[in-house]
Structure formats: C-alpha cells, structure tokens
C-alpha cells in the first residue's frame, strides 16, 4: 500500500478530524451568533418617508408616547398615528416646512403614509401591548431609548428568549405605572441602590398585583 | 412508582352500542378496519402518482425551489405600516367591534350580533339581548358568513351572459320603470322569495298600488307558511277581501313552558324554522339538576329517523301518508277525555280509521295530554298537509294551549299569488316581464311546472340574485344581490318583533340591494335601502326623540315591544271540518309502490346554501354524510329491493346506485339504510345536485327537484326504486373513531335516576386488575403535569388563578351540529373535500358522535359532542418527540403548531381520537381541487395565466390558489387563530384565543391591583356561545360557584373513558329519558343500558375506592 499512499497520509485522518470539527465549530458558532435576532435583527435602521425625528418629539419636547400611540393601552397594537394626529400642532408648527409635505398632503387627501415597519414579531406570536403597559411595563424595556432616536432603529431582538428573560424574572424590569412612559426613569441614580430598590419593589409589585408573566405557550401562541 | 398499563377491557359478548349497520354485523373486515389508528391507507398517498413519482417531482420542485430560497429566504422583508390618512371616531386597530343585525330567512329573520375584525365580518352569534332569548344559532345561520366572502357569488350586472357596468343596468332598471308607469303594469309579474320584512312589504304594496295591472308572486321551495295559514284559519281571522295584505297568524311555540310535546312529523329540533329557538325552549323544559326536577317528555310521530325522534322519549315510526290518521286519531281521542270541541270527534273518525294499528300508543299519548292540561303542545310538521296542522290545532285549544305553550301573534302579510298560478299566467303569454326577488325556481320549481321553458314565455326575465345560479343564467338581465351582512332592511321574528339587517360592510361587489333594486324598478322617488328602512321605522309611533329610537333601535338589534299583543282566540271547527274533505284516504305503501319525503336538508337547505364549504362538509346530524344526499331507505325496504348496502372495497365504502321513479320521473342517487326510517318510504333531500353551482357545490349530490310534483311537495305516493350496477362511494363520518362498546355515553330512564342518582358514576365497566395504588385510587399512567412543584414549591394547579373546565350535558344536547360549524369559523378550520373525509382526514375539532341502540328497525339514538378533552395526565403529551403539546398551568392542553413536526404520535396515543392533522396544505388548495388529484406539482401548472413555480415564489402565502378565491377567501379568517399548514397536528384548544383576550380584558381592568381573576361567565367558547340549548358550560373550575363547578358537583356527571385516569377537563352529565310507563314502547332502562347491562355489568358505586370525584377541589385532592 505504501507505494500509492505516501507516509504522510498515515496523519491524515487525524488531521480531517481536527479540521471538521474546527470547521464545525466554526460554523456553530457562526450560526448561534450570526443567525439570531440579537445579529439579524437589532440596529436595524430603515430610512422612513418622513423624517420623524423621536429624539425631538419624545426627548426634547417631552410628548408623552400615549399623544400618538393613544391604543396601546387598549389594543394588542400600538397605532402608527394618523396623519391628522400630526396637524394637531403642525397646522400651527412649521406648517409650511417642506419637510411636512407628505403628511399634509395625507392628511387632507386621507392617502396613509407609507412608514416602514421596524419592529416585528412573527404572525404566529400574539404580543399584546396593553397588558403590558398597564401593568408596569415601560416602553423602553422592548424598544429602547426611542426618545434619543432620530431615526427609529431595532434596540432589542425581541427573541424568544428575550421574552422568557423577563416573563422568568418579572420583578426586575417591573415599575411603577406611572412611570411607563418616562424611558429614563430609574428608583435612583446610582447603579447599586437602583438595583436593590428595583429588585425589592419589584417583588412587591409582582405580589400585590398577581403578575403571572406567564411562560406557556398558550400565552404567546394560539 | 411505575404503572402498569392498562389493557383495554375487551367487550364480552357483541357491541354494547353501535354506530354503523357494518359495525352491528361485526364483520371481519369490519373489525380490521376500526382495529388500525388510521385505516388503510389513510397515510398513504393512493393518487395516481406513485411514491416513486412523488419522490422525483419533489426532488425537482425543491431544487428550483431551493435555488429561488437563495433570494427570497434570506432577504428580510419590507413591510408598510399604513395608519390612517384621518382617523376614524371609535375605531381602534386590533379590537374587534359588535353590531346587531338579523339574518332573514323565508318569513322571519334571525337577531343577531356580527363581529367586525378590523372592518370585515369574521363571526355571528345570537344576539343574546333578544328577549327570550339566550344567544345561539343554528347551522345555516353560523355558516351564512361564509357565503359572503363566496368567490362563486354574482359579481356584476350581466344581460344574456354578457357583463355590464352597474349604471347600465340602473339604466335599464328606470327603462323598466318607465315602462310600467305607462302601461300601469300591465304584463309585469313579481316572483319573490317569502319576506317578513316590513319595509319590503310597503314597497311591495306601494308598487301594487301605482301599477295596479302588476301581480305579485312567492314562491318557496321548502315553506313554513303553512304554520302561519294553518293558525290564521284555526285561530284567526277570514282573509279579507281587500287586495295587498291579508292577515295571518304567526304560532309560537312555547316549548319551554310545556311538559308534554307531541310531534307529528315536525322536525322541530332539526328542520324546521327557526329551530334554534325551538331548540332552546326544548332544553330549558330537559335541563334537570335532581332526580326530582320537573322534566318534559317527548313524543314524535315521524317518518324520517330525525333529530327529534331521536331525542323524543317515545317515537313512533309511521310512513308519511298516515301522519294525518294518527293526528285525527289523537284529536279524537284527546277531544273525549277533555269532552272539549266536541262537534269535531264525529268528522275526525272518517280520517282515523287506518290509525287502528297504533290505537294503545294514540290512546296513552292522549291520556298523558290530557293530564298535563295547559302545558302540553301538539306541533305538526311543514311536511304535512293544512288538515293535520288543524288538527294539532284543535288538540291545542282542547288543552288549553293557546295562550301558555301556543303563542298566536297576528300579523300582516302580503297577498300574493302562487307558482302555478304564475305558471298559469305565463302559459297564457300575459307576462310581458318577469322579475325574478332571490328565488331560484329554474332549479327548485315542482318538475311538472317545467319551469325553465315556462319562463321563457315572458318577454323580459329579469332576476336579483346572490348567485348567478340557473335562473341567473335563464334571465335576459341579472343583478348580483348583496348579502345580508352587506345590506339595509328590517324584519320581523317569529313573534312579529321588528329588527334591524344592518351591513357590517359596504358591498363587496356591484351587489344591489333588495329594497333598492325595487325602489329603482318601480321608479320610486327614494332608492336609498337605508332611507326606506327609515321611513318605515318612523311609521312605528315612538315616544321620545325618533334619532334616539332609531339609535337604540339599531344598538340593540330590536325595537322592544314591537311584537303584536297575542290574542286568546278559540277554535274555529268549521275549518277543520272543511279541510279533513281535502285528505286522501292513504293506499297502503309497499315495496313496489313507495311513499317518498321530500326534505329540507340539514346542511344545504333548500339548495341555497350549497356553495358553502362548511355546510357541505358538514356531516348530516343522522346520517353523517358529507358532501352529498343520499336515497334513505328502511333495512326492511332494502331488504324487500333486495339491495345489499355496504360494500368496502379500497378504504371506501361504496354503495348501491338506485333510480327513484315518480310518475314517470326519474332521479337517480346512492342508496343508504337509515335505521329508524319508516318502511315502504323514501326519503329525498332536497338542495343537491345543482345544475349551476360554484366551486364547492357543483357536482354534489342529485336533484330530488326532478321529480317533486307540484300537487304534493313534500310526499308523494307510488314510487319505484330500482337498482343499478354501478356501485357508488360515499363519504361519512360515522364509522370514524368507533369507540368499541365502552359505556362512553351514560343515559338511564327517570325512574332508575330516582332509585340511583349516582348511576352514571357507578355505569362503568369491568375495571382490569392494577389500575389503582394502594389508597385505592386510579393511578394516572402518565404523571400529572400540574402536581410537579416548580422552583418555588408550589405546583402549577396552586400557582394557577383559573382552572379551566367544561360541562356538557348530554341531557339537553340535541345535536343540531351549530358547535361544528361555530368552531369552524372561529378557529380557522379548513374543508378538505369528499375524498379526503373518505381517508378520515377531516378537520372538525369538535364532533357529534352518533350511537344507536337497540333494533335496527326502531333504535334509540344517542349524541355525543366530542373533542379533546383537555386530559390533565394527557397521553398524547407524553409521547411528542418534540414538546409541540404541552400543558398550561390552567390546565389547557396546548399545541404550539411552531413546534410540531407532524409525528402523528399523539393522535395514535389518545383515546378520544380528537386530533386532527393536515395532511395537505388545505387552507392553500384552490377550490377545485377539493375534488382531488391532492397533490399538484408547481412544476407543470399555471394559475390565473402565470406559472405557479413564480406565483409561489410572489407570494408563498397565496401558493397556487386563484386570486379571486384567495383574496376572498383570507378576509373570513379569526385574525387571532394561526392558521396551520401541512404536517401540522391540531385539535380543540377551548378557544385559548378567547381565554387570553378575557384574562387580558381583565389584567387592565385590574392595572396595578390584584383582582385578575376573570368574571364566571365572560369567556364563552366558540361552541357554547352557538349552542342554542345551552348544553356547553365553559368555566373556572378553581372558582367553586362558578357554573361550570356546580355542574361538575352534580351527580349526574361522568367521565368518558374514566379508568385510564386521564383526568380531562371535560366531563358529562348523563342523559334521562323520560318514557310514560303506560305506553306500549315502554322499556324499564333504555336500550344503551340494556346492552351495557347484558354484557354482565352492574352499577358499582363510586365513592372514596372508585370512580373519579366530581368537582376539581375533590379531583386535587385525589391526585396528591
């Protein structure tokens, strides 16, 4: 046999061995991290037609969120508002500024804004806003700081697994209900005592209020 | 510990109870067949193709696929997010919203409440406001939102085939109107379907009155009118002789009031109108809590095995020529011992006389009657003649029934002529124009009319029409009509109460609707449907603001008070005495001379609903065909022909193919023995074998219309039924999931639940040795998964707010099907086709089991709903693979479809046979394809002109359907139930989506408090809320006081299949009939015990060392 094979074949089935599971390895590992929503999915920044800026509405001038999504404590969606809901204040604001064009002309012609989604969980999940909202959730627990975004971008993978984290441990995102809607409030600015105060009265709150948080399937999937 | 398993009990001598004839003769192949979880080749691809080709084309379908998955599976999708320009008032996106409607139908109209997802209508319930009301519907009605969203219906105006625009036939409608002004309507004839709209009514007087040369015809295939003519001339007042409207009066039927019920050939159960609300005054008067409970009793005289006989307590098997005997009989008899309306006993004995073969029967029904003067109720059928519905009448007003059991509501009603006399009209040449309201008299006319080319002989035909159906396709000009959720009218209840038709939605098409239509032909000043539902609504004198009456009116689906005062009348015996001269003395029916019925049937109607999916997939109550009508004949007729029925060949049951011959007409249709039918008697249901159907429909079943004689439409005498070769397969449901002779329903007379309260807990069978640990309990052979502690110490049953459970009492189930159809809709459930019911691959998560007992001649029928049972120590949970099916810590049993991988084991592993699995991509298949071949390559076809590899490729979630069907078709789906695709196992889920939305409901009602415990009462499932008997009670079984707990706390429930320990969620409360000891049927136990009897079993008693404890505290306490 040694005529065909030369000696140095006798360390190759060694050598692929080391090598497939290298590559294996490598292709695992690829697929864990590449593959997931953490990857796919966060920073996704899509242009949208009209540039709404959050930072401004939300952070510099402090609208509450509930002004323009007013269904999300009522509804299992949050409503993209309609363009009237914008001339509100821009029939007296900027009520020329180029910028605006294609929301005045939705709002006096009723043609929808076409707004590019960014968030989204799949068809076969029912995530339902309002219980959350109402029931001590903030806003920025799933989307993030909206109110420094300019332009909205996927802060969070909204995996599965990013659901079971806190439907596991309710009592460390859980806050007081008036306080959903304010995305930088903290029990304190400092870290450590934030924590404690955050892991104390969250407790509570999860005991007083019956949080199930649930972990069935039935909760999500029907 | 570790269980052993436990051995079925094999049954000792024969079956206890049976559901087919093939099961009761216990055959070999028979036995083989139930034997296999799925019979041969039910998982099995049996198409022309053979697996090898199979296997080619996929492997050729997934290489394109494939390359193509490189673009299209890896690139995100861009979705549009499009609010409103300008926001609606009261609108929010994601909340379903409610109005109340009604559904009209024939002479009455049905109230009801329409769910609106997001604009579109997805669901109707009864509306349960309604006084007197409880809520639910019957199977027409439930099914009726699926004819809207029909790919089939009548799109656009046509004019001889050819379409046009809308304007032109507006144009062409206000020609018509010209014309007729001119002429003052001389040669313009109406046909018209029956209507209890008042609206209807004015304009229908109103265009009389301008055209006084026009006339004015109905026409109904299968009428109820006779109820109404039957009480005005029995009770009434004389039609007056003033044209336009003529009094009639409308008989409620108060069955909730009455103890005693006589029916004679009345379906009042079944088919006859608005039997929802029959049904539910039928099971307030069954619903017992003790033994000492007041129950009613039932009699039935019928011809047909029917649901009402099947549910009476004595049922008297008659052919239908005798009906009129039997009632002259029990008149006579009932007249003497109450010694009321005694001038009519001598006229009734020249029509008793062939009754004397049932006279003990008669004479005990009529002692019992006259017992419980002022609550018993004789109801006659709209299958027989005026006479006997006068003679039901005169038992009636002899016991005291008008006023308690028998409501009499006067009402108005247009006077109008009838089809022959058109007919008549048109064959004299003096219609010029024939306009054509909704009916379908191409198709449905008595054969003798000849109505097609009896048509032809008006001029013009113009028709309104929700199908473009044959008397579409025979009409010079055709207008789509809209559907009733699309349209403005009104209407009137049974009891003459006014409600509203109010459209959820603009329509859809260029429908027309009917008040407008009619407005614009007869050149009315105000076209608007909506402007005339007004205007006559005004002329209701209503205290207060008229835009707030109208408001309410229209918030609460009913104007109160609206029905006519019923009067107490007494019994005119001049017009019994007239119209017993208009009966024929009965020729006694042999097998060479047949009596035939024709019958409304239990899914299709009349044939108007039989483009519907979900109807026509529906298995008969009785029979448990799907997909088409069958011959019904007695065995004793079958035998007599010589037809040998059941044939298994290939999986499929064939049948005899049979030609029925009528005076000299013929129809020929699968021949099918029904127990329980009467001999020498045919039975044809009428609906079927369409000539122009749509998708769905055509090609269904045969035309009972080809031989109806218009001089009697509902039986007929001298029939023929000879035998063909050729052997026919059919589709039914009844042999599927056979249960092999356990005591699965429990039922006991009256008398034995007296003695014995507890028997349906101790009616159990020989328990095999080492089901129970050492405390005597029956040990579950799989671990209950709501005792494992979690990292807390506490287990899921203590850590839970709801146990959720249900109770059906079997007692007042009378099994319309309303829950099949309701559960369709509502969880997105597919139709899969003749073929595929064939292979037991139907798709119902809930199922009517059928049992028989007793003599195939006569038997006893016993119903069961079935679905899963929501087992606590599920089997099927077990042994998943892959965790698809797992438990909630409320106790549901979940599917996560996301996870299934179509394993089939946990549908092999449970006992109630409840699972169902998508063999086929069904909600993709276009609708032609019901019909099969089931597997189509994407490789070699095109949809719609565009080859499907692309269509597939544009959109994976149209597939290969037709736009038109897709785009319809996807709008009727519950936009919060997934919709499953192939390889997916499903089943009944208790409507989680309800559950969650109401515990949702709750938990921001409760916001940042405690109390999220749901409301007894707020969740009610898909089948319960369409229950019109109330049978189903859903629940918080944690709550002791909720209803669902106490109905578990009665002694009256059972579990089915109880020694497997499985623990469901769904128990039963056992069935009671109540037989008169005096009758000569009379059996001390009904005939289901007798055999479970027979088989050596006794009543054990239950308590701490057997059988499960009733309420869940008691079941927690067992299972620790």
Redesign the interface.
């Known amino acids: 046999m040694s005529d065909i094979f030369p000696k140095w074949t006798n360390r190759l089935p060694g050598q692929i061995l080391v090598g497939a599971l290298l590559v294996g390895s490598a292709v695992i590992g690829g697929v864990w991290y590449y593959a997931t929503p953490k990857y796919?999915r966060v920073g996704?920044q899509?242009i949208q037609p009209v540039s709404f800026s959050h930072a401004t509405h939300a952070g510099q001038l402090g609208i509450d969120c509930r002004y323009c999504h007013s269904?999300v404590?009522?509804?299992?969606?949050s409503?993209?508002?309609?363009?009237?809901?914008c001339m509100n204040c821009h029939n007296q604001v900027l009520k020329d500024d180029p910028r605006l064009a294609l929301v005045r002309e939705?709002?006096?012609?009723?043609?929808?804004?076409?707004?590019?989604?960014v968030h989204?969980v799949p068809?076969?999940v029912?995530f339902?806003h309002?219980?959350h909202v109402?029931?001590?959730i903030s806003c920025v627990e799933c989307h993030g700081s909206i109110d420094k975004m300019d332009e909205v971008s996927h802060a969070k993978p909204l995996s599965m697994a990013f659901c079971l984290d806190c439907h596991r441990d309710p009592a460390a995102k859980i806050r007081?209900?008036d306080k959903i809607t304010d995305l930088n409030w903290k029990w304190s600015e400092d870290p450590v005592k934030n924590a404690e105060l955050q892991k104390q009265h969250g407790a509570q709150?999860v005991h007083?209020?019956?949080v199930?948080s649930?972990q069935?399937?039935?909760?999500c999937?029907? | 510990m570790k269980t052993i398993p436990p051995p079925c009990p094999e049954p000792e001598s024969g079956p206890q109870y049976w559901r087919s004839l093939e099961q009761l003769s216990d055959s070999p192949q028979f036995r083989q067949w139930v034997e296999r979880e799925f019979p041969h080749g039910a998982g099995e691809m049996s198409d022309p193709h053979s697996r090898r080709h199979f296997m080619r084309i996929m492997a050729a379908s997934f290489l394109l696929a494939g390359a193509g998955g490189m673009g299209s599976g890896c690139r995100r999708p861009e979705e549009k997010i499009l609010p409103f320009g300008k926001a609606p008032e009261n609108y929010i996106h994601g909340v379903p919203q409610y109005f109340a409607t009604s559904r009209p139908s024939r002479g009455t109209a049905f109230p009801l409440v329409a769910r609106s997802n997001d604009g579109r209508p997805t669901k109707v319930e009864g509306n349960a406001q309604f006084p007197g009301q409880a809520g639910g519907t019957d199977v027409y009605t439930q099914a009726s939102i699926l004819d809207l969203y029909d790919p089939d219906r009548s799109l656009k105006v046509t004019q001889a085939g050819n379409t046009r625009k809308r304007e032109a036939g507006i144009d062409f409608l206000a020609e018509l109107a010209r014309k007729g002004q001119s002429s003052l309507g001389a040669g313009i004839a109406f046909l018209s379907d029956r209507s209890s709209s008042p609206s209807r009514h004015r304009l229908q007087s109103e265009i009389l009155a301008k055209w006084p040369a026009a006339r004015w015809f109905e026409h109904e295939a299968v009428d109820f009118e006779v109820h109404r003519e039957a009480a005005r001339a029995a009770f009434g007042p004389d039609p007056s002789g003033a044209t336009g409207m003529r009094p009639v009066v409308s008989p409620v039927y108060r069955l909730e009031k009455a103890s005693r019920i006589v029916t004679l050939d009345a379906d009042i159960l079944g088919s006859e109108e608005e039997s929802a609300r029959l049904i539910q005054g039928y099971a307030h008067g069954r619903r017992l809590e003790k033994p000492t409970d007041p129950l009613s009793r039932l009699y039935a005289v019928e011809s047909l095995m029917t649901l009402t006989g099947g549910n009476a307590d004595h049922r008297l098997r008659v052919v239908p020529s005798l009906v009129p005997a039997i009632a002259a009989r029990l008149a006579q008899e009932v007249l003497r011992v109450t010694g009321a309306l005694g001038e009519a006993v001598s006229p009734l004995s020249g029509v008793a006389g062939p009754a004397s073969a049932h006279e003990k029967w008669i004479v005990e029904c009529a002692k019992d009657l006259a017992a419980h003067k002022g609550s018993s109720l004789v109801v006659a059928g709209y299958r027989q003649p005026l006479a006997v519905h006068l003679m039901a009448h005169a038992i009636n007003a002899a016991l005291g029934a008008v006023g308690t059991t028998l409501e009499l509501r006067p009402l108005m009603a247009p006077a109008s002529g009838s089809l022959p006399e058109l007919a008549a009209l048109l064959n004299r040449g003096q219609v010029d124009t024939l306009v054509i309201l909704n009916d379908n008299p191409v198709y449905s006319a008595p054969a003798d009319l000849d109505w097609a080319s009896t048509q032809r002989k008006a001029k013009t035909v113009v028709r309104l029409g929700f199908y473009q159906d044959e008397t579409g396709l025979a009409a010079d000009w055709h207008f789509p009509a809209t559907h009733y959720l699309e349209s403005w009218s009104d209407g009137r209840t049974a009891d003459g109460t006014l409600v509203p038709v109010q459209p959820l939605i603009a329509p859809l098409f260029d429908g027309v609707m009917e008040l407008e239509f009619l407005a614009r032909l007869a050149g009315l000043p105000v076209t608007s449907a909506y402007e005339i539902v007004r205007t006559t609504f005004k002329a209701q004198s209503l205290a207060g603001d008229p835009e707030q009456a109208w408001k309410k009116f229209l918030h609460d689906g009913y104007l109160e008070g609206s029905a006519p005062k019923p009067v107490a009348a007494s019994f005119k015996v001049s017009a019994l005495v007239s119209s017993l001269a208009s009966l024929t003395p009965p020729a006694p029916a042999s097998a060479e001379k047949l009596e035939v019925v024709f019958f409304r049937d239990s899914r299709v109607d009349d044939g108007r609903q039989n483009n519907n999916g979900w109807l026509q997939e529906l298995p008969d109550p009785v029979t448990k065909m799907v997909w088409e009508n069958v011959v019904l004949l007695s065995q004793k007729t079958a035998d007599d022909l010589k037809l040998q029925i059941v044939d298994r060949e290939d999986n499929n049951l064939r049948v005899p193919w049979v030609r029925v011959i009528l005076a000299g007409r013929n129809v020929e249709g699968p021949a099918w023995i029904q127990p329980g039918m009467a001999d020498h008697t045919v039975g044809l249901a009428l609906g079927y074998g369409r000539g122009k159907a749509g998708r769905v429909g055509q090609n269904t079943g045969y035309n009972a219309y080809k031989i109806r004689p218009a001089g009697s439409l509902h039986r007929a005498a001298g029939a023929q039924v000879q035998f063909l070769e050729n052997l026919h397969p059919l589709s039914t449901t009844q042999n599927h999931w056979a249960m092999e002779g356990r005591p699965i329903v429990r039922e006991a007379n009256l008398e034995q639940f007296k003695e014995r309260p507890d028997f349906a807990k101790g009616m159990n069978m020989h328990e095999p040795p080492g089901l129970r640990g050492k405390d005597g309990q029956l040990e579950p052979l799989y671990q209950n998964p709501l005792d494992i502690p979690g990292p807390d110490g506490k287990s899921p049953r203590d850590r839970a707010t709801h146990a959720w459970g249900m109770s059906i009492d079997l007692n007042t189930c009378v099994g319309c099907s309303a829950c099949m159809i309701a559960c369709q809709g509502e969880n997105n459930i597919p139709i899969v086709g003749k073929n595929q019911v064939s292979r037991n691959r139907e798709m119902h998560w809930i199922r009517l089991d059928r049992y028989y007992a007793g003599e195939v001649a006569d038997p006893q029928m016993i119903l069961q709903p079935m679905l899963c049972q929501h087992c606590e120590s599920a089997p099927c949970e077990n042994v998943c693979p892959v965790n698809a099916t797992v438990h909630d810590e409320e106790g549901l049993n979940v599917m996560a479809y996301n996870r299934c991988v179509g394993t089939r084991y946990c549908s092999n592993n449970c006992p109630y046979k409840v699972r169902r699995f998508n063999y086929v991509d069904y909600n993709r298949r276009p609708l032609h394809l019901l019909a099969g071949p089931f597997y189509t390559t994407p490789l070699l076809h095109s949809t719609d002109g565009e080859w499907d590899l692309i269509r597939w490729w544009k959109n994976p979630d149209r597939g290969i359907r037709p736009d038109d069907e897709w785009e319809l078709l996807k709008l009727v789906k519950n936009p919060d139930v997934t919709v499953r695709m192939r390889g997916v196992m499903e089943k009944c889920t208790f409507c989680v989506q309800r559950i969650e939305q109401a515990k949702i409901a709750q938990k921001v009602k409760a916001g940042p408090q405690g109390n999220i415990e749901v409301p007894d009462g707020t969740i009610k499932t898909a089948c319960e809320q369409a229950c019109p008997s109330g049978a189903i009670v859903f629940g918080n079984m944690k709550d002791p006081n909720s209803r669902v707990s106490k109905l578990k706390a009665q002694q009256r429930d059972y579990t089915v299949l109880e020694f497997l320990a499985t623990k469901p969620r769904i128990t039963y409360l056992a069935k009671i009939r109540n037989p008169n000891p005096a009758m000569p049927d009379y059996a001390k136990s009904p005939g289901s015990f007798k055999e479970w009897e027979g088989m050596g079993n006794k009543l054990g008693h239950h308590g701490a060392a057997h059988g499960t404890p009733g309420g869940y505290a008691a079941d927690k306490k067992g299972a620790h």
């Open positions: 796919t996704y899509p269904a404590e009522k509804s299992w969606y409503n993209i508002p309609s363009s009237s809901t939705s709002a006096s012609t009723g043609k929808p804004i076409p707004w590019v989604q989204k068809d076969y029912y339902n309002s219980v109402t029931r001590g007081p209900p709150f007083d209020w019956k199930e649930l069935s399937c039935s909760a999937h029907r």
